[in-house]
């Protein structure tokens, strides 16, 4: 597969991360981050806690606000501004518990890492915690999360059904999103793809593995078993796994665990790694929780696409983000580095 120079076109507005040389347009970084978790510190509505919310929010109340840290975003807002990626994708949970002044705050955030066209953005669990108002709650990031024209859905979008699957495609990167994300039981934070998704997936991983493209599936949910506990799987994982299988994918990213994860799927293009971030605001004692993002660098060769996986994880001593070492891979050896190959022969990663 010949991939083409990537594209590196400046922002038209709304954010302010710097572009690279010009030089360098053979490169495609892609940073990878997930559930920020961002509460609403103000007053809460007695009647927007009289569901599922109450006990979110008592959880948040007295554990999570500690763990979950703004400053930390603030933080990664700049290391990012100084990483430079071309592209960034956020697997779900950028809310806590749902709540509409929440999705504004997201919203604010969003902006401030890039355009929607430089951003992506799949929901999460927590963004779906109960059934709430589309334009007070999802509206805010529509932009962030649609598809590019044609394949973007002409008509009025009033819920994530109308949306997903999306496909962004950046050069040679084919972003395609799916949505997990459905209001479940108090006890639980199951997600489900569902059918109709399921069918649309595959259609886009042919259309897209037909013309070349180096297909980069994102959603909140890992699509891999073991990864957490039952209460909150993907209720369909083995039915995503299959279509992947079938149709082939070449990265896959996730969120959810609130823990890094690096595995691989066997699919028809050989073995596809599966990248699962943490909580990127997260302040735990517990290394493997702490925040972190990856970034991704895909480089373009003859018949292959290069691809080198760093992560930097945020120090509490520092107050910074800095590259991770000494990660030992699942896969193949030290974390930091692994190679997709992308030809005939189908991925390899070496």
Known sequence: ??????????????????????AEKERFVLAHLS???????????????????????????????????REILTILKED???????????????????????????RTWLQSLGTPSQVTVVPGNHDAYVRSDWDRTFACWLDYMRSDPPCRNGGRVRGLDDLFPTLRVRGRIALIGLCSAHPSAPH???????????????????????????????????????????????????????VVARCGAELMLHGHAHRMALNTLDTRSG?????????????????????????????????????????????PDARCFIPEK????????PLALYRCIVGKHGTRIG
């Open 35 to 69: 559930d920020p978790h961002m509460a609403w510190a103000g007053p809460v509505k007695k009647r927007d806690l009289l569901n599922k919310r109450l006990a979110g929010y008592l959880k948040w109340r007295f554990f999570r606000n500690t763990e979950h840290r």
């Open 80 to 106: 990012l501004d100084n990483t430079r990626p071309d592209h960034i994708v956020i697997t779900g949970d950028l809310t806590h518990l749902g709540l509409p002044a929440e999705f504004k705050k997201a």
């Open 188 to 242: 639980l934070a199951i997600g489900t793809v569902g059918g109709p998704q399921l069918r649309k997936l595959e259609t886009v991983l042919k259309q897209t593995g037909d013309r070349g493209l180096f297909r980069i599936v994102a959603i909140h949910h890992p699509p891999l078993s073991g990864i957490v506990s039952r209460r909150k799987r993907l209720t369909d994982a083995h039915a995503l796994r299959g």
């Open 271 to 315: 073995r596809t790694p599966v990248a699962g971030a943490p909580s990127a605001s997260s302040s735990s004692s517990d290394h493997q929780r702490r925040a972190r993002y990856h970034v991704f660098t895909l480089t373009a060769s003859e018949n292959a696409c290069n691809v080198h996986m760093g992560r930097r994880v945020y120090s």
């Open 326 to 333: 000494g990660t030992v891979s699942p896969v193949t050896g």
């Open 1 to 22: 597969m010949v991939i083409t120079p990537f594209d590196n076109k400046p922002p038209s507005g709304g954010g302010n991360r710097a572009q690279r040389n010009p």
